[in-house]
């Protein structure tokens, strides 16, 4: 009996170890690698970035969401990172000159270059996604329930502009990156609205 309890002794922290562990992954918090060059020059291939599940979506926010059944192209257990133009109701416009407007009011970009701003975003590879409408004059909502999301690579970015919009229920949390990375700022704090 004495050898149960001695084993139990140190067994006992471990499990309780591993099952606070499992919880913060699975509710509150985990890792993610970048892949690919969608999110250049804020993000790097394979940089590892922190996913908070609870953290709150704003513009200017960059998420992750599980991209299957979101782009057709996706596989299953496939992630995407970009960041958060639009709101589920925002009303978007994105002009020739590369200007972005967010329900009338002017966003800024400044974390991107104004070449992506304007042919990173508007010269597009393949069709635009039912419901998106790019340049002067052309106006569409984001569906309730839904965002708008843009790689800031623009040029070589799968997002929106083809897909369509992200389902609240695809979003698995908000990306923060360490003070290492020198774009942190435009990751963890961006403020889009000038």
Do not use: C
């Amino acid at each position: 009996m004495s050898k149960f309890k001695e084993i139990m002794g140190w067994l006992w922290p471990i499990i309780l170890g591993l099952l606070i562990a499992l919880v913060i992954k699975t509710y509150f918090f985990s890792l993610v690698r970048v892949d690919g060059t969608s999110m250049y020059p804020n993000l790097q291939n394979n940089e590892l970035v922190a996913l908070f599940k609870q953290g709150k979506i704003k513009r200017g926010t960059v998420i992750v969401f599980d991209a299957y059944g979101v782009d057709a192209n996706a596989q299953p257990k496939d992630k995407y990172v970009k960041r958060v133009i639009g709101l589920p109701g925002d009303k978007i416009e994105y002009k020739n000159d590369g200007k972005l407007y967010v329900n009338g009011v002017r966003q800024s970009q400044s974390y991107i270059t104004k070449k992506q701003q304007v042919a990173g975003t508007l010269t597009l590879q393949a069709n635009e996604a039912k419901g998106v409408t790019l340049g002067s004059g052309q106006i569409f909502t984001v569906p309730k329930g839904k965002y708008f999301v843009l790689g800031d690579n623009r040029a070589a970015s799968n997002d929106s502009r083809y897909y369509g919009f992200v389902p609240t229920n695809k979003i698995l949390g908000t990306v923060k990156t360490g003070f290492w990375n020198d774009k942190a700022q435009v990751i963890n704090h961006f403020v889009p609205a000038n």
